[in-house]
């Protein structure tokens, strides 16, 4: 196939800059991902992208790849990469997504793409209601209400650092630096 | 003294700030930029290079796909180990590929006929017709290979030394440096784990792609979460001076015995050596009965390693630890001493025993205990996959069904790797294509783990903090293991007498002569004067040694200090960059433009 990129995101130049040994392997990436992007809609996706194409799919067909099928995250794992916030993804943004959660994704930008999945109204902070739909995806609704509540009173009460209630970047931040398996978990492999 | 959403605020007051943060945005929208064309270039050369790959692609699309389904079906815990064991395997590979180029090829040139008989026994005790083959240090000529009388010469004395001598220095640094990797990858933030509440939005393993696991993984969090805040509610037990006293004992008597257990195992093993090795001077070398005899050592070996972790792990049972993680720590650390003390009194029993007996080559029969080793150590990893995992799922299903399904013992498999890889850096020096037999041994282990896993067990329960443990291999990995081996070699080229009448080196007085031997005769070529030069004050010098340790110390306290400074650099950065990015938009973009 002929794969000709003039346009990339600002969160994939943020990879190239900062580790250009990886480079290669992400030539790689890209090339595997425009391989199974067109086979989820060959008659939609061109082989042919010099000519710039405004190609999006739904979510619909996104969340059915086998990677993603099984993960409880999934709706809000498309719909934190798309641009226009409804979950359908362009080819850039679906190689956004899985070079984010590939292993060459540095720390950083892994934790603000965590953030971004585990804040299901989108406002930037991870309230209690965020929480609580996060552990009843996490556990397939097993807990009862009181022990949800009781769990994410607790998460709050040790990672909130500013007092507002609620989890902004920089406690998430905090958190995540002190849970080393971070970066070996959240990774999809492809 | 003013927390941080003081700060944020007081800093989002200042207007030249506003500025200085402009710039900065500015300038990271110019590198985006630059990135941009530099990208387009580079992908237009990739175009080119794309076909030259794509055979290559398919090769790591082989072992990609197998990881990911074991990723996806086991999670990250279990993952580790295979890539670990593909990790290991890449250093056999180089280790075989450098051995049979420089050492095996040349000695093809100027081999000896080989008169013994194949029996098919050899393949089990490595002894009668591979004893004269290339597989042993015996087997290599100490002349100077020359093809024809004018051609070049191939100096094999050297060849050895330098073709061994290089592979570990290499091994060294790959070792050190993925250390380093590991290390900083997983211990940025020192401080310890506090808050198991937090860690819930860290752990849901992404790699999990099976929908059954999936599932288990839920249930099995909504378990230990359950669990933990029955242990919250619980009031915290003050443990009385006597109970902790009888704690501490129980402790003290499990660890003299599992210390009693590896010395005792450690005698029985010498003992046994030294009685396989006096049958073998009495001369029943060469009937059925002999060379069987020659396989017991191994054997006992291996039942040894194979039976007492279980007796180990059951006194870890009994201790009642209060931290489960203290648990696996102690267990692995018993392990290892193990498995350590077994090798070591091995060293021990061929170094000085073994070298100095009349035996004709003491060097080919060290090889070939090594290789029997190595072999039996095989054959009981895939007897382990037989037993531990398919029996013990039939009896888990069938008979006692609420043993339920065996999981896949990440710590037991990975230190196995670990002795395996051990022997084979020892047995190097003595049978240089041992790594070839060994990289054959792991992909075969490779394929059954993976078919024995799929079949027969079930994903783990308890969180596996994969990144740790691995950490914690890999040291394991270089320390007493890479480490050690280095130290036999060094004592074998150093102090030890090569026998006389086989190998690269007969009639030295020690292995290191033959450099010393090289020296002075380049000592006759002028052109190799930097050479001599190099040899006499670095090497032989006490003086360099002392000024490079205190060098080392010196830059190693600077880096301390800068490693201090910079951790408190990345704290200030760590805020400045949540306020730049949560502020940064479109309207700057533009600002930037009038600005330039």
């Given amino acids: 196939c002929i794969l000709n990129y003039t346009v990339f995101t600002k969160h994939v130049q943020d990879k190239f800059m900062s580790d250009c040994s990886m480079t290669g392997a992400f030539f790689l990436l890209v090339y595997r991902l425009h391989g199974r992007y067109h086979e989820m809609a060959p008659n939609v996706v061109p082989m042919d992208y010099t000519k710039d194409p405004d190609v999006k799919l739904p979510m619909q067909l996104i969340i059915n790849m086998p990677e993603l099928k099984e993960n409880p995250f999934k709706e809000r794992i498309v719909e934190s990469f798309s641009e226009d916030g409804e979950g359908s993804l362009s080819f850039n943004d679906f190689v956004d997504m899985f070079s984010v959660l590939s292993e060459m994704a540095p720390r950083e930008l892994k934790a603000i793409y965590a953030f971004k999945i585990y804040d299901f109204n989108t406002d930037n902070f991870i309230c209690k209601a965020d929480l609580e739909k996060t552990l009843n995806k996490l556990t397939r609704e097993e807990l009862t209400a009181e022990e949800i509540t009781l769990v994410c009173e607790k998460v709050i009460e040790e990672a909130d650092m500013d007092g507002d209630g609620k989890l902004g970047f920089a406690d998430f931040e905090n958190m995540i630096s002190k849970a080393p398996d971070f970066l070996s978990t959240f990774h999809i492999r492809i | ?596």
């Fill in chain 2, 1 to 596: 003294s003013m927390s941080a959403r003081e700060r944020i605020k007081a800093i989002q007051k200042m207007p030249e700030t506003m500025k200085k943060k402009r710039e900065i945005s500015c300038l990271l929208r110019l590198i985006f930029s630059l990135s941009l064309s530099l990208s387009s270039l580079a992908l237009q050369s990739y175009r080119r290079f794309r076909n030259s790959l794509s055979e290559y692609f398919h090769l790591l699309q082989l072992w990609q796909k197998t990881l990911k389904a074991i990723g996806g079906k086991f999670g990250t815990g279990v993952l580790s180990y295979f890539i670990f064991l593909k990790w290991l395997l890449t250093f056999n590979i180089f280790s075989f590929l450098i051995n049979f180029s420089f050492i095996t090829i040349p000695q093809f040139v100027a081999a000896k006929p080989n008169n013994l008989s194949f029996t098919g026994l050899e393949i089990f005790t490595g002894a009668g017709y591979f004893q004269e083959t290339v597989l042993y240090y015996g087997f290599y000529t100490n002349t100077t290979i020359r093809k024809t009388e004018n051609s070049a010469s191939y100096n094999m004395q050297l060849a050895y030394i330098f073709t061994v001598g290089i592979y570990f220095v290499i091994c060294l640094l790959s070792l050190v440096f993925s250390m380093a990797k590991s290390f900083r990858r997983n211990f940025i933030n020192p401080q310890t784990y506090s808050g198991q509440a937090s860690k819930l939005l860290c752990t849901w393993d992404f790699n999990i792609t099976n929908e059954k696991a999936v599932k288990l993984k839920q249930k099995n969090l909504s378990t230990q979460i359950k669990e933990a805040l029955f242990e919250v509610n619980r009031e915290v037990l003050n443990f009385s001076f006597k109970e902790r006293f009888v704690h501490f004992v129980i402790h003290l008597a499990a660890w003299v015995a599992s210390l009693g257990t590896a010395v005792a195992a450690c005698a029985g093993v010498y003992f046994l050596s030294i009685n396989n090795l006096q049958l073998f001077m009495k001369g029943h070398k060469n009937d059925l009965e002999g060379q069987a005899a020659m396989l017991v050592l191994p054997i006992v070996a291996s039942l040894l390693n194979a039976f007492i972790p279980f007796f180990y792990s059951w006194l870890g049972l009994l201790e009642h630890f209060q931290n489960p993680r203290h648990q696996i720590y102690v267990t692995v650390t018993r392990n290892i001493i193990l498995k350590i003390s077994i090798i070591g009194i091995l060293c021990y029993y061929w170094l000085n025993i073994v070298s100095a007996s009349e035996s004709q080559c003491w060097e080919t029969l060290v090889g070939q205990d090594i290789y029997r080793l190595v072999l039996v150590d095989f054959i009981f990893c895939l007897l382990g996959c037989l037993f531990g995992e398919f029996v013990r799922r039939i009896i888990g299903t069938t008979v006692c069904v609420n043993l339920g399904m065996p999981e896949f013992d990440i710590a037991r498999n990975v230190l196995d790797l670990i002795y395996a890889q051990t022997l084979t850096w020892i047995g190097i020096f003595f049978s240089p294509l041992l790594p070839g037999i060994q990289m054959i041994t792991f992909s075969i282990v490779f394929y059954v783990k993976k078919v024995s896993l799929m079949m027969n067990c079930q994903p783990p329960r308890k969180v596996w903090r994969a990144a740790q443990m691995t950490t914690l291999f890999i040291f394991l990995l270089f320390f007493p293991s890479l480490v050690g081996v280095l130290s036999v070699i060094a004592v074998t080229v150093w102090r030890l007498k090569p026998s006389k009448e086989c190998g690269p080196f007969r009639g030295l007085s020690s292995i290191y002569a033959a450099i010393s031997v090289w020296i002075e005769i380049l000592k006759n070529y002028p052109g190799s004067k930097w050479v001599v030069w190099i040899y006499q004050n670095l090497f032989q010098g006490a003086l360099f040694f002392f000024i490079l340790s205190t060098i080392l110390l010196i830059v190693t306290y600077l880096y301390w200090k800068i490693i201090e400074g910079r951790k408190s650099m990345v704290k200030l950065l760590r805020k400045h960059i949540v306020n730049v990015s949560l502020t940064c938009n479109f309207g700057f973009f533009v600002d930037c433009l009038i600005l330039l």
